[in-house]
C-alpha cells in the first residue's frame, strides 16, 4: 500500500475528498471473454502486474529526494494525462488528416485501400518528423 498525501489546494486545483488516499497496488491477472471491448487493456494490466513498480520508484525517490508517494502521483497523472497532451502536441488537423486516410480506407474495404493509407500514414509521419530529424530546417 502507497499513502499519498493530498495537499489542500493544488495550483488551484482541489480534490473533492482531500484526506490521505491509500491505492493498493495489487497485481491483477483476471480473466475475460474473447469479444470483451477492454481486452487489450486487461491484457496490458495482466502482463505489467508481473512488475514491482515500486522497486524503480524507491530508487527513484532515494536517487533524486522526491518521495515515493509523490512520484507515484506524478508517474499516475502523467499517464492519465498522455492522450490529451498526445492531442494538443499533434493538433486537431493533423489529427483529422490521419483519422480521415483510416476512415476512407475503411470504408472502401479492399487490401489494396488500407495499404495505400499505410503509405499516405508513413508519409504524413515521415513530414511531421522533418524538424525532428533536421533541426535547421526551420533556420
Not at 490521505?20 to 491483477?28: F, M, R
Request: hydrophobic share 40%.
Amino acid at each position: 500500500m502507497v499513502t499519498v498525501a493530498q495537499t489542500p489546494n493544488m495550483g488551484g486545483m482541489e480534490h473533492p475528498d482531500k484526506s490521505d488516499h491509500l491505492v493498493d497496488l495489487s497485481p491483477w491477472s483476471g480473466s475475460w471473454p474473447d469479444d470483451d471491448k477492454d481486452a487489450n487493456f486487461k491484457h496490458d494490466v495482466a502482463l505489467y502486474a508481473k512488475l514491482d513498480p515500486l522497486h524503480t520508484i524507491t530508487n527513484l525517490s532515494n536517487a533524486t529526494g522526491v518521495p515515493v508517494g509523490a512520484i507515484c502521483r506524478y508517474v499516475l497523472a502523467k499517464w492519465a494525462s498522455a492522450g490529451a497532451e498526445a492531442l494538443m502536441t499533434l493538433g486537431p488537423t493533423a489529427l483529422d488528416r490521419i483519422t480521415a486516410t483510416i476512415d476512407e480506407a475503411e470504408s472502401t474495404g479492399t487490401d489494396q485501400a488500407r495499404l495505400a493509407a499505410y503509405e499516405n500514414l508513413k508519409a504524413q509521419l515521415s513530414w511531421l518528423r522533418v524538424p525532428l530529424d533536421d533541426p535547421s530546417v526551420y533556420e
